[in-house]
């Protein structure tokens, strides 16, 4: 498609839509539940909709209007044997996290997903459940399709995790849920925090000391009312857009703000961007963002950063090519096993609209100020890199910028180009 160019003034309010990760998470504790969850503000996008498609795939019963979804739990032990093997899609967080919570049910599954899926590390999920007594393989023990065997009995286990991965942290608890004794994950950083919030609002007992989880199993948990708030993997790319484009001020109302997920509100602040926090929810662990275009210094993002911002660091390479100085990105490499390897693929692709930008082992080294220009872009089927070059082509004086591959941007955010034009007061 082409992208719009040439953008200033950008002003107007965006409900960006239902955050991803605590969407799945509410159709996966309302299906292992017992009664009738209720979910609001849910995520329809094609990665919450596979983990949908999943859980009616095992007899579920799941009402879905809009962004209300009713779930009718009757415990793991109601699932149903599925006839055919399950496709998750693109859904990284669904057949990571499904595969622990399916290892301690009662039906044998296997899991599958496209090209891009077929590609991303499943051991790192597999390892430490086998450890758990879980049957869970895959013909290479690395990739998918995973198959899981049910009717196993699990036991806990005390495992440090090699990498800082919440899909890993919730797998780990969610097959902990249906094990015999205590489960202990150990993270390497904190990372996003959203399964230990649901297991307590699903009345469920776990302890958190620091990187610490600790929780026995087995437990009953019982249906809950989730309301879900904006996710600001989304609304990182409106932030930028109004940080970036002359005169522009952007205003997000209910954007999720959990400690772990608001990474990018430091690094907009170290580097002098003008963010404002109001209208904060603290129940909801939510707030209205607000955003101005802004002059902007360059600056470092590593280290316990990172887990709090790993989604958004396509957008935030794009925020530091208009910042003075070297930002550098480091302990990244988390990046290179996402939809694509978002190291590479960021640079290139914004090297051909004339970015400076050096790729690194574990990240990225930009050097900004740079001016942008026309060039033909591909998202690669990554929806976060579609959506970042959308942001890019704003500043794009003269010519035409094509994207390739725009539809990918449908995986977390089926409206993003009407919102962004809704901006500019145009329509696509
Ligand atoms: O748990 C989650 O909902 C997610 C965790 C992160 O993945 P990792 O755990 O692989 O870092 C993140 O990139 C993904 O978009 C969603
Ligand atoms: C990495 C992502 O998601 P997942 O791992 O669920 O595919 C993402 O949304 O950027």
């Known amino acids: 498609m082409k992208l719009l160019i040439n953008q200033k003034k950008l002003q107007g309010h965006v409900y960006v839509p239902g955050d991803k990760s605590i969407s799945h998470r509410s159709i996966m504790f309302g299906a292992i539940a017992h009664g009738q969850t209720r979910v609001k503000g849910f995520l329809e996008a094609e990665d919450c909709l596979s983990t949908l498609h999943l859980f009616r795939s095992l007899g579920v019963e799941i009402v879905h209007e809009g962004t209300d979804v009713l779930v009718n739990g009757c415990g793991i ?10 496709d998750i899609g693109n859904s990284g967080t669904t057949i990571r996290l499904a595969t622990g919570l399916l290892a301690g049910g009662p039906v044998d599954v296997t899991l599958y997903g496209d090209a891009s899926i077929a590609k991303r590390p499943m051991g790192r999920v597999l390892t430490p459940l086998k450890e758990m007594n879980a049957s869970v393989s895959t013909q290479d023990g690395n990739y998918a399709p995973i198959h899981i065997k049910g009717n196993q009995t699990l036991t806990g286990i005390r495992y440090q995790m090699p990498v800082a991965s919440a899909q890993v942290k919730s797998a780990l608890l969610l097959a902990g849920l249906h094990a015999k004794g205590e489960t202990t994950v150990i993270e390497k950083e904190k990372t996003r925090d959203h399964t230990e919030d649901m ?4 009345g469920g007992k776990l302890e958190v000391t620091g990187k610490v989880i600790r929780l026995k199993g087995p437990q009953r948990l019982i249906a809950q009312t989730v309301v879900v708030p904006g996710d600001i993997s989304s609304a990182a790319f409106f932030m930028v857009a109004g940080l970036i484009t002359k005169e522009s001020q952007i205003v997000l109302p209910n954007v999720g703000i959990s400690a772990t997920r608001t990474g990018i509100i430091d690094v907009i ?13 603290k129940l909801n662990k939510s707030a209205t963002l607000t955003v101005t275009n802004s002059s902007l210094k360059a600056t470092t993002v590593e280290g316990k950063l990172i887990p709090r911002l790993i989604d958004e660091l396509p957008i935030i390479a794009l925020l530091a090519t208009q910042a003075s100085g070297t930002t550098v990105i480091r302990n990244a490499e988390e990046l290179k096993v996402k939809e694509t390897n978002r190291i590479d693929v960021t640079a290139s692709e914004l090297n051909k ?11 990225l080294i930009i050097h900004g100020p740079t ?15 579609g959506m970042m070059l959308a942001i890019a082509s704003l500043l794009v004086e003269t010519g035409q910028v094509e994207l390739k591959n725009s539809e990918a941007v449908a995986v977390s955010y089926p409206r993003f180009f009407e919102d962004l034009a809704s901006l500019i007061g145009e329509k696509q």
């Open 353 to 363: 609209m004339g970015a400076n930008i050096e790729t690194t082992s574990d990240g």
């Open 269 to 281: 602040r170290q580097m002098n961007g003008h963010l404002t926090i109001t209208n904060e929810d």
């Open 371 to 385: 001016p942008l220009h026309a060039a033909v872009v591909d998202s690669h089927g990554d929806h976060r890199i």
């Open 77 to 86: 032990e109601s699932f149903k044997q599925p006839k055919v093997p399950i």
């Open 199 to 202: 297991i307590k609002q699903f």
